[in-house]
């Protein structure tokens, strides 16, 4: 009892530590925009939302009764988890069905925190002059979006121009066919985004035991940019399909390394098709790869036949793309990279500073983002990983292959903060990391302290964020 004790003493002292460093950096970059005149991206001096850099968002204290709800919501959540999900009571589908409730609940009880239902769908009625909610309009069938979609970017709200087309097609859909209006687009992105759940337990299940691989995806579900952009922004819908690569391509490497490599690769191109993120599969396949003819060469030969396998239906996907519309996705990418640098213009990788600071800046977002409890333990995790402390374990290659992806895409001069919300993607992959340390701190029968802490630091962190920030969306 007195280590596990010890354990979350530990992990309060390093919480409340690495809080105090990103305190500390905001500072530093809070100055240097006031002083220096530093503009990193969209944010510098002028903009409100250099208050909370390198997060996009700005102070902005509302107290509302919605607060008590959420609260209430959050407690019931850690005692279903303490009684039933960590018990193993739930056989696994009852778990995952449940799971994804919760996630809906979890999502709208916070989102709705400063000002009851209406605040779901708020922000596509303020940025409908910004967001891919203000194209929906302009699109009379999918197939003639696709085939003008290029040439009609000038014309449509900033994110569309930027983006693939997936976004606007999937709030256009959900207005022609289910309900039309920005409640139901609000609703349907929280819905489209539960379904990021099953992909993550399972992709859990791989590199965990059972139980722990069930921590890991409820953990998931209290990440605070989950919780906080589940309800409005559509990289919370982005998340999905890139979450579901992940699962399938991860399987291929033990079983059916055709089927699940083409599954992958499928829903690779759907990513593809709602953001240019989705380069980051290709990159993490490859990580995968070159992590696997290291250290795991007896599954090299399911790689290749999975990769291999991703490609050529990616391939297929597009092909018959173009075929029935006319879309190429290449010369979409052209296109939005040109936009993209107009507006970006003086915030963008144009000095050495400017670069440092967004490296930096992008790291940080992405961690504090998916929590300080879970950025603790993942980095505890990540250096027994990289010592090699835990052999050839799955979870270790998980973790190598996704550290050598995010090092080369961090150093890649490609984004400029709000990745807080843009690298949703990324957190399956940081709470599964994450999760592993707490597997030794305990006994088997009931949550050890370090992840009673953890849940309450997380549930904290999300409702001080939600009641002290705007984060636009």
Same mark, same amino acid.
């Given at each position: 009892?007195?280590?596990?004790?010890?354990a979350?003493w530990?992990?309060g002292?390093q919480?409340?530590?690495l809080?105090?460093?990103?305190a500390g950096?905001?500072?530093?970059l809070?100055?240097?925009?006031l002083?220096?005149?530093?503009?990193?991206?969209v944010?510098?001096?002028?903009?409100?939302?250099y208050?909370? &850099?390198?997060?996009?968002?700005?102070?902005r204290?509302?107290?509302?009764?919605g607060?008590l709800?959420?609260a209430?919501?959050l407690?019931g +959540?850690?005692?279903?988890?303490?009684?039933?999900?960590?018990?193993?009571?739930?056989?696994?589908r009852?778990?995952?069905?449940?799971l994804?409730?919760?996630?809906?609940?979890?999502?709208?009880?916070?989102?709705?925190?400063?000002?009851?239902?209406h605040r779901?769908?708020?922000p +596509?009625v303020?940025?409908?002059?910004?967001?891919?909610?203000g194209a929906?309009?302009?699109?009379?069938?999918?197939?003639?979006?696709?085939h003008d979609?290029?040439?009609?970017?000038?014309?449509?709200?900033?994110?569309?121009?930027?983006?693939p087309?997936?976004?606007?097609?999937?709030?256009?859909?959900?207005?022609?066919?289910v309900w039309p209006g920005?409640?139901?687009?609000?609703l349907a992105?929280?819905l489209?985004?539960?379904?990021?759940v099953?992909?993550?337990?399972?992709?859990?299940?791989?590199?965990?035991?059972?139980?722990?691989?069930?921590l890991a995806s409820?953990?998931?579900?209290l990440?605070?940019n989950?919780?906080?952009?589940?309800?409005?922004?559509?990289d919370?819908?982005?998340? &999905?399909?890139m979450?579901?690569?992940y699962?399938?391509?991860?399987m291929?490497?033990?079983?059916r390394?055709?089927?699940?490599?083409?599954?992958?690769g499928?829903?690779?191109?759907?990513?593809?098709?709602?953001?240019f993120?989705a380069?980051?599969?290709g990159?993490?396949?490859?990580?995968?790869?070159?992590?696997?003819?290291?250290?795991?060469?007896?599954?090299?030969?399911?790689v290749?036949?999975?990769?291999?396998?991703?490609a050529?239906?990616?391939?297929?996907?597009?092909?018959?793309?173009?075929?029935?519309s006319?879309?190429?996705?290449?010369?979409n990418?052209g296109a939005?990279?040109?936009?993209?640098h107009?507006?970006?213009?003086?915030?963008?990788?144009?000095?050495?500073?400017?670069?440092?600071?967004?490296?930096?800046g992008?790291?940080?977002?992405?961690f504090?983002?998916?929590?300080?409890?879970?950025?603790?333990?993942f980095f505890?995790?990540?250096?027994?990983?990289?010592?090699?402390?835990?052999?050839?374990?799955?979870?270790?290659?998980l973790?190598?292959s996704f550290?050598?992806?995010?090092?080369?895409?961090?150093?890649?001069?490609l +984004?400029?903060?709000?990745v807080?919300?843009?690298?949703?993607?990324m957190?399956?992959?940081?709470?599964?990391?994450?999760?592993?340390?707490?597997?030794?701190s305990?006994?088997a029968?009931r949550?050890?302290?370090?992840?009673?802490?953890?849940?309450?630091l997380?549930?904290?962190?999300v409702v001080?964020?939600?009641?002290?920030?705007?984060t636009i969306?």
């Amino acid at each position: 009892m007195e280590n596990r004790r010890h354990a979350a003493w530990r992990l309060g002292r390093q919480s409340l530590a690495l809080l105090a460093l990103l305190a500390g950096y905001h500072l530093v970059l809070r100055w240097l925009m006031l002083s220096r005149g530093l503009v990193l991206g969209v944010v510098g001096p002028g903009n409100a939302v250099y208050r909370v &850099v390198p997060l996009y968002a700005y102070v902005r204290p509302h107290f509302k009764t919605g607060l008590l709800v959420a609260a209430g919501v959050l407690v019931g +959540y850690w005692c279903w988890v303490r009684c039933r999900a960590w018990n193993l009571q739930p056989r696994r589908r009852t778990f995952v069905a449940a799971l994804v409730l919760w996630h809906v609940a979890l999502a709208c009880a916070v989102a709705m925190i400063d000002g009851g239902p209406h605040r779901l769908w708020r922000p +596509y009625v303020l940025l409908e002059g910004t967001e891919y909610i203000g194209a929906v309009p302009l699109v009379d069938s999918a197939r003639g979006f696709l085939h003008d979609y290029v040439s009609r970017l000038p014309e449509l709200p900033i994110h569309c121009q930027v983006h693939p087309p997936g976004g606007v097609l999937f709030l256009w859909w959900v207005d022609r066919h289910v309900w039309p209006g920005p409640a139901a687009g609000a609703l349907a992105t929280i819905l489209a985004a539960s379904l990021a759940v099953p992909a993550v337990y399972g992709l859990a299940r791989e590199v965990l035991d059972e139980r722990f691989a069930r921590l890991a995806s409820c953990l998931f579900l209290l990440a605070p940019n989950v919780l906080l952009f589940t309800a409005t922004s559509m990289d919370a819908v982005f998340m &999905v399909p890139m979450a579901w690569t992940y699962f399938f391509l991860w399987m291929a490497r033990s079983r059916r390394p055709w089927l699940f490599g083409c599954l992958g690769g499928l829903t690779a191109a759907a990513s593809a098709m709602m953001t240019f993120s989705a380069a980051f599969l290709g990159l993490w396949g490859l990580a995968m790869l070159l992590v696997t003819a290291l250290l795991d060469r007896r599954r090299l030969p399911a790689v290749l036949r999975a990769l291999a396998g991703a490609a050529a239906s990616s391939a297929l996907f597009f092909t018959v793309v173009y075929l029935w519309s006319g879309y190429h996705l290449l010369e979409n990418l052209g296109a939005a990279i040109g936009a993209h640098h107009g507006i970006m213009h003086g915030g963008n990788y144009a000095t050495a500073r400017q670069y440092a600071h967004l490296v930096a800046g992008n790291l940080v977002a992405l961690f504090a983002g998916a929590g300080i409890p879970v950025a603790v333990l993942f980095f505890r995790q990540a250096l027994r990983d990289v010592r090699g402390v835990d052999g050839r374990s799955s979870g270790r290659l998980l973790s190598l292959s996704f550290l050598l992806a995010l090092g080369i895409l961090a150093a890649a001069p490609l +984004y400029t903060l709000e990745v807080e919300r843009i690298w949703l993607f990324m957190v399956p992959l940081v709470v599964i990391s994450a999760t592993r340390p707490l597997g030794r701190s305990g006994p088997a029968e009931r949550p050890a302290p370090e992840i009673g802490l953890t849940f309450c630091l997380l549930s904290v962190q999300v409702v001080a964020m939600e009641v002290l920030l705007n984060t636009i969306w």
